[in-house]
């Protein structure tokens, strides 16, 4: 079984940076971030590799946010996000696939790939 934990939202003003941690036990491989901006559907963020020699994002977050992970102990990802807008409010979510695939882009950024998830961090930027 495996158990996936989020951290370090809040509430902050545009241009601040927030680094949302999230731990997950268990076996893992891939990992992601998504979010769930108010009235919309939840979308893709970003995933990185089991190894991390490999990451994805949403195009039009890339150059802003950041995804690393530390697999010393328990698997952690962390998702450093620089000059946050009020668009960036939302949800969001880390999610662990614990199965070892490797493919393309089409399968990280897919929600289906993910058979665990935490219960989400709220992120608030405010104007």
């Known amino acids: 079984q495996v158990h996936v934990v989020e951290s370090g939202g809040g509430s902050v003003q545009s241009g601040d940076s927030l680094r949302l941690s999230c731990v997950a036990s268990?076996?893992?491989?891939?990992m992601a971030w998504f979010r769930h901006p108010p009235g919309d559907s939840r979308e893709f963020v970003a995933a990185?590799?089991?190894?991390?020699?490999?990451?994805?994002y949403k195009y039009s977050l890339e150059g802003r946010f950041t995804i690393s992970r530390d697999n010393a102990e328990n698997t952690m990802v962390f998702l450093q996000m620089n000059d946050l807008i009020p668009e960036d409010t939302a949800t969001y979510y880390c999610?662990?696939?614990?199965?070892?695939?490797?493919?393309?882009?089409?399968?990280?950024?897919?929600?289906?790939?993910?058979?665990?998830w935490g219960q989400g961090t709220q992120v608030t930027v405010s104007s």
């Open positions: 999610a662990a696939d614990s199965n070892l695939v490797y493919s393309g882009r089409h399968y990280y950024i897919s929600e289906n790939s993910y058979d665990y």
């Open positions: 268990g076996r893992t491989f891939a």
């Open positions: 990185i590799t089991w190894g991390g020699d490999e990451t994805f």
